[in-house]
Structures are given as C-alpha cells and as structure tokens.
T-cell receptor, first 113, second 113 residues
Framework: DSGVTQTPKHLITATGQRVTLRCSPR?????VYWYQQSLDQGLQFLIQ???????AKGNILERFSAQQFPDLHSELNLSSLELGDSALYFC????????????FGEGSRLTVL | QKEVEQDPGPLSVPEGAIVSLNCTYS??????FMWYRQYSRKGPELLMY????GNKEDGRFTAQVDKSSKYISLFIRDSQPSDSATYLC?????????????FGKGTRLSVIA
C-alpha cells in the first residue's frame, strides 16, 4: 500500500459527460501529480501541484482541469468526455518537488461509452 | 521520435533466467533515471533510482546507465514468477519540481515457473 488513495476505482460514463477523480496523497507529501495511462501512449504526465499551486503542466487537454485543496487532496476534472479519454488515471505524490520517488495510487479506470 | 523508447514486449522467460530490460532516450539533458514495476491492476512502484552514468545494484536487480549512448538497462538475476509485471523506465532532466518524470511505455515480463 503506497498510502495514496484514489477514488473512484472504476467509472463508466457516456460521451459528453463530466467526471471528477479524487486523490489523497500520502501523509506529509506536498506534491501531487496526475498521469494518464493508455495502452498506446503509456504513462503520460498531465499536471503537477505543490502545496496548492500548479507547478508543471504536461499534455493536459483544455477539457481537463485539476486543483489541489488546502488539505492537500487533489481533484482532476474531465469534461466533454470523448471515447479516447478512456484510460487509467493515476495520482502520485512525493514529499517535495524535487523527489525522484513518486508514490502512485492504484488508479481510477475511466470508461467512456 | 518519442523522448523515451521502450520495447513493450511481452517478454517471457523461464524461472531462474537473467532478464535484461532496456530503454533508449533522445534528451541528453536527462540525468536521473528510474525503473518502476507495475503489477496488474496496481500503480507503479519505484524499483531502482540512479543518477547520471554508472551501475547500481540492489539484491537481484542491477541498473545501468550509459549516457554516452543514451541507453539504460535493468538486469534481473535469478528471475522469479513474482517478478512477472510491467517494468517502466522513467527519467528526468533536473532535480527541480518543474521537470516531471518522463516514462517509457513499459515492458511486460512473464517469468514462467
């Protein structure tokens, strides 16, 4: 158990809908990262927050947004969902921004029908 | 050309074999190199972490980095069925929070008893 909690574990929804994925980092970790994993693209970095502020942005679509709250939990919002958004979404946390070790949650599997 | 290339496999070996997993990369700025292991339906977990060129050994696992060739390897000695997983290489350019990890697509390994 990495200590990173993600909910929901599975989510099935329809095209055009909006979903919110939630992540609670390990106790004491200030950085939260979101990754998308699909069979053809592998693990793709979406966005990073550190202590409530956005620190780095990767290949995140404009339809997606995220935030980190004062209690350090984070949410990833996916809107106007398309079939191609079906993937595993992982949250990871680390103590600081410069840590090489990321602790991953078990992921949220999103299926868009 | 993707920044990090990794043969997806699958790779199937008998128990006790030596396994060699490899990644190539194109960004010469990468300095920190990691190997993550991902079991089915789980998040990735850090296996090995090396800085710059050289070797690092941890039990049955050895990580090698050859920056001149932009090539990294993970060797598993005396492979066990419990080593069956997907192995992802990951790397980053700097040690600041604005340089997220870039992952390879992963190599799926099966160790047959």
């Amino acid at each position: 158990d990495s200590g990173v909690t993600q909910t929901p574990k599975h989510l099935i929804t329809a095209t055009g809908q909006r979903v919110t994925l939630r992540c609670s980092p390990r106790s004491g970790d200030l950085s939260v990262y979101w990754y998308q994993q699909s069979l053809d693209q592998g693990l793709q970095f979406l966005i990073q927050y550190y202590n409530g502020e956005e620190r780095a942005k990767g290949n995140i679509l404009e339809r997606f947004s995220a935030q980190q709250f004062p209690d350090l939990h984070s949410e990833l919002n996916l809107s106007s969902l398309e079939l191609g958004d079906s993937a595993l979404y992982f949250c990871a946390s680390s103590v600081a921004t410069s840590s090489g070790e990321l602790f991953f949650g078990e992921g949220s599997r999103l299926t868009v029908l | 050309q993707k920044e990090v290339e990794q043969d997806p496999g699958p790779l199937s070996v008998p128990e006790g074999a030596i396994v060699s997993l490899n990644c190539t990369y194109s960004n010469s700025a990468f300095q920190y190199f990691m190997w993550y292991r991902q079991y089915s339906r789980k998040g990735p977990e850090l296996l090995m972490y090396t800085y710059s060129s050289g070797n690092k050994e941890d039990g049955r696992f050895t990580a090698q980095v050859d920056k001149s060739s932009k090539y990294i390897s993970l060797f598993i000695r005396d492979s066990q069925p419990s080593d069956s997983a997907t192995y992802l290489c990951a790397m980053r350019a700097g040690n600041s929070g604005n340089t997220p990890l870039v992952f390879g697509k992963g190599t799926r390994l099966s160790v047959i008893a």
